[in-house]
């Protein structure tokens, strides 16, 4: 080759750190964080300060000692549910290692990007300490499938039981979730048809063949999921108690339907991946549920605050209870 005609050398353009940490994992973090900040500011801005602050010195000391070790049994049950559909597709997780999972997960929920970022260390742990990982993946997913159908089937049972206490706006808001769930079903369903399974790597197909397997393992065991179901209907009516409680406490006095209904479809918020855990978006989603029932803002703002301190709380807790099991699981 004649080196004097050849052209110059293209350039390299390297990425700045700027852009990397921009779209890396740490980047979106930072960006969650911000949106609660933005969230967060807002509501204070637009709420007396006094008033908030006052209703959340209002709670006594010895109701938060109650509330974060009640808040904490309860997900007892959300890791009898999260184990039984892991196992149900034959994922073979032990009672210990579920319960070390499952409170790490927790930790995740309030410390990762929105509640899906739990989801995903879990199960990942879990991956690493069950016979097949491919069932983990596959039971955690529908472990929060069903944790989506309580939700709603806990905020249509409210909604049945107070029908003249909505707006059609209100009730606009409510249809969104099944019409979307629907949405995505017919997606999922579609995608999964028309994916050409042949032309993919031995490894893809390989792996494919392992979740249709856990797929079909979970199908063949209706009575588990129903089990799975009954109890995240169970384990969200519960946290609505503990909800309804603590927004007593700061002066707030609706009917416990209410809550049923609002509850439910303010933590559905928490997924949107716009917030640090959903922190900021279920406070003012609650307080835009909570106005049709009459119930002034800052004290639904302020109830929310209180159950979020709960659920922050019980996370760290759980992080220390899951790092603990896992010292004395390695240890023997």
């Given at each position: 080759?004649?080196?004097?005609?050849?052209?110059?050398?293209?350039?390299?353009?390297?990425?700045?750190?700027?852009?990397?940490?921009?779209?890396?994992?740490?980047?979106?973090?930072?960006?969650?964080?911000?949106?609660?900040?933005?969230?967060?500011?807002?509501?204070?801005?637009?709420?007396?300060?006094?008033?908030?602050?006052?209703?959340?010195?209002?709670?006594?000391?010895?109701?938060?000692?109650?509330?974060?070790?009640?808040?904490?049994?309860?997900?007892?049950?959300?890791?009898?549910?999260?184990?039984?559909?892991?196992?149900?597709?034959?994922?073979?997780?032990?009672?210990?290692?579920?319960?070390?999972?499952?409170?790490?997960?927790?930790?995740?929920?309030?410390?990762?990007?929105?509640?899906?970022?739990?989801?995903?260390?879990?199960?990942?742990?879990?991956?690493?300490?069950?016979?097949?990982?491919?069932?983990?993946?596959?039971?955690?997913?529908?472990?929060?499938?069903?944790?989506?159908?309580?939700?709603?089937?806990?905020?249509?049972?409210?909604?049945?039981?107070?029908?003249?206490?909505?707006?059609?706006?209100?009730?606009?808001?409510?249809?969104?979730?099944?019409?979307?769930?629907?949405?995505?079903?017919?997606?999922?369903?579609?995608?999964?048809?028309?994916?050409?399974?042949?032309?993919?790597?031995?490894?893809?197909?390989?792996?494919?063949?392992?979740?249709?397997?856990?797929v079909?393992?979970?199908?063949s065991?209706?009575?588990?999921?129903?089990?799975?179901?009954?109890?995240?209907?169970?384990l969200?009516?519960?946290?609505?108690?503990?909800?309804?409680?603590?927004?007593?406490?700061v002066?707030?006095?609706?009917?416990?339907?209410?809550?049923?209904?609002?509850?439910?479809?303010?933590?559905?918020?928490?997924?949107?991946?716009?917030?640090?855990?959903?922190?900021?978006?279920?406070?003012?989603?609650?307080?835009?549920?909570?106005?049709?029932?009459g119930?002034?803002?800052?004290?639904?703002?302020?109830?929310?605050?209180?159950?979020?301190?709960?659920?922050?709380?019980?996370?760290?807790?759980?992080?220390?209870?899951a790092?603990l099991?896992?010292?004395?699981?390695?240890?023997?």
């Amino acid at each position: 080759m004649n080196l004097m005609t050849a052209g110059p050398r293209p350039r390299r353009v390297a990425r700045s750190p700027r852009s990397r940490a921009d779209t890396g994992p740490g980047g979106r973090r930072l960006w969650r964080i911000a949106g609660s900040a933005v969230a967060l500011t807002v509501l204070v801005l637009l709420l007396p300060g006094d008033e908030l602050i006052g209703a959340l010195r209002s709670i006594p000391g010895p109701v938060w000692l109650l509330a974060l070790p009640g808040y904490l049994a309860l997900h007892v049950v959300g890791t009898l549910k999260w184990r039984l559909m892991v196992n149900a597709a034959d994922g073979g997780l032990g009672v210990r290692h579920a319960v070390r999972c499952y409170y790490y997960g927790l930790f995740g929920n309030t410390f990762l990007p929105s509640v899906v970022g739990g989801d995903v260390l879990r199960a990942g742990l879990a991956s690493r300490l069950a016979r097949r990982p491919d069932g983990v993946v596959i039971g955690s997913v529908v472990d929060r499938v069903l944790d989506v159908l309580a939700l709603a089937s806990v905020a249509a049972f409210g909604l049945l039981l107070l029908p003249r206490a909505l707006d059609p706006q209100s009730r606009a808001v409510f249809g969104v979730l099944p019409a979307a769930l629907v949405v995505a079903a017919v997606a999922l369903a579609l995608v999964a048809r028309g994916l050409p399974v042949r032309r993919l790597p031995y490894r893809v197909r390989r792996l494919l063949a392992k979740i249709r397997r856990s797929v079909r393992a979970v199908r063949s065991r209706p009575e588990r999921i129903a089990e799975a179901l009954a109890m995240g209907v169970s384990l969200q009516l519960l946290l609505v108690l503990l909800q309804a409680g603590l927004g007593s406490v700061v002066g707030l006095e609706i009917p416990l339907t209410a809550w049923l209904f609002a509850w439910p479809m303010a933590k559905l918020s928490a997924l949107l991946p716009v917030t640090q855990g959903g922190l900021g978006v279920r406070e003012a989603a609650l307080a835009g549920l909570l106005a049709p029932f009459g119930v002034e803002p800052v004290l639904a703002v302020a109830a929310g605050l209180a159950f979020q301190g709960v659920i922050i709380s019980g996370g760290l807790v759980g992080g220390a209870i899951a790092y603990l099991l896992a010292r004395v699981q390695d240890e023997r």
